[in-house]
Structures are given as structure tokens and as C-alpha cells.
């Protein structure tokens, strides 16, 4: 027997440890790219303990539909809303239909707990009728996402995801693009899903990215429960996007974890990212490359029970011209079950404390930026 022993350092990003993997360990010719999807999605089956969703859902209901074809439809949103913890402090969820006008089935303050949401959906009625999308969209942002029907306010940055399930052309293509445009200004996060007849170019503009469409040849169950993880995992791990000078005040549980993202100015000056903990303590992870950073993949990462800020100088970082956005992840870690108020905001420029900058990418300090800690 011929042993080998080789002393090579294990990175401690994925990105170098997928390399070592695919190099030294797998036998069925793996690659870096396979192991680094496979770890990726395994952070966000792990990390979906999402600290709060506002979930609403736009069912067509008009007659090309169908009463057959509605209760598919009905079936496909009860398994998305039983995927999730559903409660007042958690993921809230409403319902809508529409046809020719809209029925609103309830609202994301109407029940908190999953068993009465999951009973409503199964006794949502078919109506038949038009097509009537943009008057659906409107009613979504004005009505659905009101915070007097139950969405939380933005100071708390609680994502506000709509749903929209639609088979046919709209009754007005201009209308519908005008209120798609509406709806995305006002920070909501669309996912559009077609099924036969539906247009594609509404379908594109109506979700808030093109990965975020998906088109269904029939109805089907089937069809539309292989769409059930990917929209609960994005859904799960949502962010919207917050002003420089704004605050997000949040209470997060232990293990829970927020998503946020602030912009990156294009004037080089960069930003600071400011995390007070005023209950508990708190982890924030911060990166210009990942939307979702964890404890696996970040450029910067704070621990703390208190105050601390951090600045992030766009001259340093690897792709300077492309970093347009900086992806925030804030955990709570509280360990005697104490809830974890934060406090989360971002500056323009360094106004930091204490400067900690991100240096650049090099092969001698790649794996020490991948790992650079502030604990205190």
C-alpha cells in the first residue's frame, strides 16, 4: 500500500476549500464548482431561520383558470406558507385573488398562526372573470403591503416578498408594466410564475429579476411543487434594500438571521457599517460578492454585545468598479435564550471609531480577509 502524505494548508474559504476537495479527496471527478454549490446550498437550507417575512400571494383567478386548475394553484401556495414558521413576530402571510377585480382573501394581520392560514387557503373560492393584473399588482402594494393590514413598518426591514401566479395575457400590457414599476419602487420583492398562456415579457417586468421568473407549461402540481424550494429558499433569505442614514431597529432571535442591502456609492468614498446591540449580542457579516454572507463566506465579519462599526474602502476591494452593493447578514447569538435587539445602519465615508478597512486580495492575504474578525 502506497500512503502519501501531503502538508497543505486547508484555506478557509469555500472557494479554496472546494479547490483542495476537488484536487485531494473526491474519486468521481468533482469539481471546485460542484462543491462550492453543493456547501452554498447547504448554508441556506441551514440558515433559513428567517428572523421575519411579510409573504403575500396574487392568485389568478380568472376564467381561463379554472376551478381544476385554481385548487392546483391553492394546493402550490399551501405548501409554500406550511414551509415556513408562520406567526405575528415572524413570517406573516396574506392572500389575494384576482380576476376582472380583486378579492382579498386576508391580510398579513388577519391570523398568526399557520393552522387558521393554512385553513384559509383551502377554503379560498374560484371566481372567474378578466384578467385584470395591474389592477392585482396595485391592490398588492397599496392594500396588501399597508401596514394598517399588517405590514411591518420599513424602519424594521422586514422583506415584503409578493407572489404572483398568473396563466393568461393581462387585459392591458401598459397598465401592467406601469404597476410592476410601481410595486418594485415601493420595495417589494416580486416572484412571477406563469403557466401556459401567461406572457413573458409581464412576467419579466412584473418580478423584481429575471431569475426570479418562472414559466410552467400546464398546470400541473407537480410542475408547480418543483418551483416549492427554490421560491421558499429565496424567499427565506430575502434582503431589502436600505438608505445610507437609515436605521433598522430589530429584535432577532437566537439563530435567526436578517438580511439587508446597503448601497456602495460610486464617489470612492465607501462606507461605514454600524452595528449596535442594545440586548443580547449579535454577528454581522458583511461582503460586495456575496448576497448572503455566513460564517463560511465574508469579507468582514463583527461579534458583538454592543457597538461596533466597521468601514469598507471600495479602492481595496477585488473588483472595485462592479461592487455596487453591500450585502449584510446579521445573526443573533445570544446564548441564555435573551432576545437580541440590534440596531443596524450605514454612513458614507469613514466615520468609523476604529478603522478596519478591507485590504486587497492578494494570494499571501486572501485566506486572512476570508477570516478577518472583530470580536469584542
Same mark, same amino acid.
Given at each position: 500500500?502506497?500512503?502519501?502524505?501531503?502538508? +497543505?494548508?486547508?484555506?478557509?474559504?469555500?472557494?479554496?476549500?472546494?479547490?483542495?476537495?476537488?484536487?485531494?479527496?473526491?474519486?468521481?471527478?468533482?469539481?471546485?464548482?460542484?462543491?462550492?454549490?453543493?456547501?452554498?446550498?447547504?448554508?441556506?437550507?441551514?440558515?433559513?431561520?428567517?428572523?421575519?417575512?411579510?409573504?403575500?400571494?396574487?392568485?389568478?383567478?380568472?376564467?381561463?383558470?379554472?376551478?381544476?386548475?385554481?385548487?392546483?394553484?391553492?394546493?402550490?401556495?399551501?405548501?409554500?406558507?406550511?414551509?415556513?414558521?408562520?406567526?405575528?413576530?415572524?413570517?406573516?402571510?396574506?392572500?389575494?385573488?384576482?380576476?376582472?377585480?380583486?378579492?382579498?382573501?386576508?391580510?398579513?394581520?388577519?391570523?398568526?398562526?399557520?393552522?387558521?392560514?393554512?385553513?384559509?387557503?383551502?377554503?379560498?373560492?374560484?371566481?372567474?372573470?378578466?384578467?385584470?393584473?395591474?389592477?392585482?399588482?396595485?391592490?398588492?402594494?397599496?392594500?396588501?403591503?399597508?401596514?394598517?393590514?399588517?405590514?411591518?413598518?420599513?424602519?424594521?426591514?422586514?422583506?415584503?416578498?409578493?407572489?404572483?401566479?398568473?396563466?393568461?395575457?393581462?387585459?392591458?400590457?401598459?397598465?401592467?408594466?406601469?404597476?410592476?414599476?410601481?410595486?418594485?419602487?415601493?420595495?417589494?420583492?416580486?416572484?412571477?410564475?406563469?403557466?401556459?398562456?401567461?406572457?413573458?415579457? #409581464?412576467?419579466?417586468?412584473?418580478?423584481?429579476?429575471?431569475?426570479?421568473?418562472?414559466?410552467?407549461?400546464?398546470?400541473?402540481?407537480?410542475?408547480?411543487?418543483?418551483?416549492?424550494?427554490?421560491?421558499?429558499?429565496?424567499?427565506?433569505?430575502?434582503?431589502?434594500?436600505?438608505?445610507?442614514?437609515?436605521?433598522?431597529?430589530?429584535?432577532?432571535?437566537?439563530? #435567526?438571521?436578517?438580511?439587508?442591502?446597503?448601497?456602495?456609492?460610486?464617489?470612492?468614498?465607501?462606507?461605514? +457599517?454600524?452595528?449596535?446591540?442594545?440586548?443580547?449580542?449579535?454577528?454581522?457579516?458583511?461582503?460586495?460578492?456575496?448576497?448572503?454572507?455566513?460564517?463560511?463566506?465574508?469579507?468582514?465579519?463583527?461579534?458583538?454585545?454592543?457597538?461596533?462599526?466597521?468601514?469598507?474602502?471600495?479602492?481595496?476591494?477585488?473588483?472595485?468598479?462592479?461592487?455596487?452593493?453591500?450585502?449584510?447578514?446579521?445573526?443573533?447569538?445570544?446564548?441564555?435564550?435573551?432576545?437580541?435587539?440590534?440596531?443596524?445602519?450605514?454612513?458614507?465615508?469613514?466615520?468609523?471609531?476604529?478603522?478596519?478597512? +478591507? #485590504?486587497?486580495?492578494?494570494?499571501?492575504?486572501?485566506?486572512?480577509?476570508?477570516?478577518?474578525?472583530?470580536?469584542?
Amino acid at each position: 500500500m502506497l500512503v502519501i502524505t501531503q502538508s +497543505i494548508p486547508l484555506a478557509s474559504n469555500i472557494n479554496g476549500q472546494g479547490s483542495y476537495w476537488a484536487n485531494y479527496f473526491t474519486s468521481s471527478g468533482g469539481t471546485q464548482s460542484d462543491y462550492v454549490t453543493a456547501v452554498n446550498e447547504l448554508l441556506i437550507l441551514q440558515n433559513c431561520s428567517v428572523n421575519a417575512l411579510d409573504l403575500y400571494f396574487v392568485m389568478d383567478a380568472s376564467g381561463s383558470v379554472g376551478s381544476s386548475n385554481f385548487q392546483l394553484m391553492k394546493n402550490f401556495v399551501y405548501n409554500i406558507a406550511n414551509s415556513f414558521n408562520v406567526g405575528s413576530d415572524s413570517v406573516r402571510v396574506g392572500v389575494m385573488s384576482f380576476a376582472s377585480s380583486n378579492s382579498y382573501h386576508f391580510h398579513l394581520n388577519t391570523y398568526t398562526a399557520k393552522s387558521s392560514v393554512l385553513t384559509a387557503i383551502n377554503n379560498l373560492p374560484y371566481s372567474g372573470g378578466g384578467t385584470n393584473t395591474a389592477g392585482a399588482l396595485d391592490g398588492m402594494r397599496t392594500i396588501g403591503f399597508s401596514t394598517s393590514n399588517g405590514a411591518r413598518p420599513s424602519s424594521q426591514g422586514v422583506p415584503r416578498v409578493g407572489i404572483v401566479i398568473t396563466d393568461g395575457r393581462s387585459n392591458s400590457y401598459s397598465a401592467t408594466i406601469a404597476a410592476a414599476n410601481n410595486v418594485h419602487n415601493a420595495g417589494i420583492i416580486v416572484f412571477a410564475i406563469g403557466i401556459a398562456g401567461a406572457n413573458q415579457n #409581464e412576467l419579466n417586468a412584473i418580478a423584481s429579476q429575471l431569475s426570479y421568473v418562472s414559466f410552467l407549461s400546464s398546470f400541473s402540481l407537480t410542475l408547480l411543487n418543483s418551483l416549492q424550494y427554490t421560491i421558499s429558499q429565496e424567499s427565506c433569505v430575502a434582503s431589502p434594500d436600505v438608505n445610507l442614514g437609515e436605521t433598522i431597529s430589530d429584535n432577532i432571535g437566537s439563530g #435567526e438571521t436578517k438580511y439587508l442591502n446597503y448601497p456602495l456609492p460610486n464617489n470612492n468614498q465607501g462606507i461605514t +457599517i454600524i452595528l449596535n446591540v442594545t440586548n443580547g449580542s449579535a454577528t454581522l457579516y458583511a461582503s460586495t460578492v456575496v448576497s448572503t454572507p455566513n460564517e463560511a463566506f465574508y469579507d468582514v465579519q463583527i461579534t458583538t454585545d454592543r457597538y461596533e462599526d466597521v468601514y469598507i474602502d471600495p479602492a481595496n476591494l477585488t473588483n472595485p468598479s462592479s461592487a455596487d452593493t453591500v450585502y449584510i447578514a446579521i445573526e443573533g447569538t445570544s446564548s441564555n435564550g435573551a432576545s437580541n435587539q440590534v440596531q443596524v445602519s450605514a454612513t458614507q465615508g469613514d466615520t468609523s471609531t476604529d478603522s478596519v478597512a +478591507i #485590504e486587497k486580495f492578494t494570494k499571501t492575504n486572501f485566506s486572512k480577509n476570508f477570516g478577518a474578525t472583530i470580536t469584542v
